[in-house]
């Protein structure tokens, strides 16, 4: 099964995001070996080629007021795009750092809740002891108790929640939604320390999911453990750690540009108008 289309390519993708990386197009003058990233028409206009998805622009020829260099600057000192599997790898880092952040958001939110409910836990206890007592009484004059047990044992639990099992608790959700903010944070601007800190911190996790799916297994848990196994697969292998697939001597990105640039789509069949 697929998880995008057919013809789906990331460099196209990203491009109609962050806009075509056209050397060519913000130089003056064309030289000669400059053929594999434009072409001048002849009516003042220039197709420019994308190093990212390949695609030929065609726009008009910069004026010296408006372009970046007077003519294309060497290769090697021309910024270059990630395209085919560094780019993918980079979009599942974005992915990762995305459930990081949201991770984040929910143990933020739940700390604050915490804190909420100890700040105001007398009239908790009170509440929940006022409910519990509510429904025994109206339960016992039914025959239907035994349905209500597990409602009443969590109300009664609530009323006896003491404030230091709530401060525990507000610690736990609190440090969780700092390591998970930090996670996204810094996977997001690819930082290699915080791949290993989000291994460690998914090993740390899937021993307390496993121990919820003994409890009680849901779709959901599920769901979550395996997205966990895979994430922490994926880094492992993927991004080399722990001296892993090459270590990190194998992290070189593997574009083969001289393959590339040797074999330029003619302009004249693909061109996109800007």
Partial sequence: MRLVPKRW?????????????????????????????????????????CLRCDAWVREDIPTADTATYDVVPPWDEIEKPRRGKPLQDA??????????????????????????????????????????????????QTARAGSHTFLHEKLDSLADLSSSELTVLMVTAS?????????????????????????????????????????????????????????LVWLVWNKHLFGLNGGEAALEENIDWDAILASPVAPARTPVEH
Wanted: with cysteine.
């Fill in 91 to 140: 979009i599942f880092m974005r992915l990762i750092a995305i459930d990081r952040g949201v991770h984040a958001v929910l143990f933020g939110t739940l700390a604050i809740v915490l804190l909420i409910v100890q700040v105001r836990l007398p009239s908790v206890h009170e509440w929940a002891r006022s409910i519990a007592d509510g429904l025994q009484t109206a339960v016992d």
């Fill in 175 to 231: 440090v969780y939604a700092v390591v998970e903010g930090v996670e996204a944070v810094f996977l997001w601007k690819e930082r290699r320390w915080a791949e290993y800190l989000t291994v460690v911190a998914t090993v740390g996790f899937i021993p307390f999911e496993v121990r919820e799916l003994v409890t009680r297994v849901t779709a959901l848990r599920i769901g979550a453990l395996l997205v966990n196994i895979a994430i």
């Fill in 9 to 49: 390519h990331n460099e196209t993708w990203i491009c109609s995001l962050r806009g075509h990386c056209v050397p060519a197009a913000v130089a003056v003058h064309l030289r000669e070996g400059d053929r594999a990233l434009g072409e001048d028409v002849g009516d003042g206009t220039r197709f420019s080629r």
